[in-house]
């Protein structure tokens, strides 16, 4: 007899939190552990088609992938500048006139938000949202924040800008330029 009750209940309070791979796994994990039938009830449990699942154990089989991805290599789709190099320049033309900053550094600060140009950018014809964009094309940036370690609030605000970065993937050094 399949548990029903606890693969919802399992479903409920893990595999909805998972990513893509995870889901898949998981739901290929309760089939083998089922037995016998399951393929069907975790399908309309889980909501998952049932290929799906069947790829999923799949993947069990295989072991893991490389650290960081999801998908099996080639799997899914190609970057938006890949499939279409027009809407680089275009976004380019969109973000020149809100640029703040010196030009000739890396780093530059843009006065419009990330809806506001994708909004744009739909306008001009692009099947894009403001979530579309990512950080692959990272190339070195080199902030220098200097902060009065003395006073306990510029402190902690540094602190957060360093949490900021590092969630975005930079890397975080505190030596200063001259001892490099």
Not at 26 to 36: I, K, R, S, T
Not at 105 to 118: C, E, F, H, M, T
């Amino acid at each position: 007899m399949i548990d029903t009750d606890g693969i919802r209940q399992r479903w409920e309070a893990v595999g909805v939190k998972l990513d893509e791979r995870g889901r898949r796994l998981f739901a290929a994990g309760e089939v083998q552990a089922a037995g016998y039938g399951a393929l069907a009830l975790v399908s309309a449990i889980t909501g998952i088609a049932r290929s799906t699942i069947n790829r999923g154990q799949d993947d069990l089989d295989e072991g893991p992938l490389p650290e960081g991805r999801i998908r099996r290599k080639g799997g899914g789709g190609k970057p938006l500048a890949e499939r279409d190099r027009t809407p680089v320049p275009d976004l380019k033309r969109l973000v020149e006139p809100a640029t703040l900053g010196d030009p000739m550094r890396p780093l530059i600060w843009v006065s419009k938000s990330l809806d506001k140009l994708a909004l744009a950018l739909k306008e001009m014809g692009y099947a894009i949202s403001a979530n579309t964009g990512e950080h692959h094309a990272k190339r070195e940036v080199i902030v220098y924040d200097y902060v009065d370690s003395g006073v306990a609030m510029l402190a902690r605000m540094a602190l957060k800008r360093q949490t900021g970065y590092r969630s975005l993937g930079y890397e975080i050094s505190t030596a200063s330029p001259a001892a490099k």
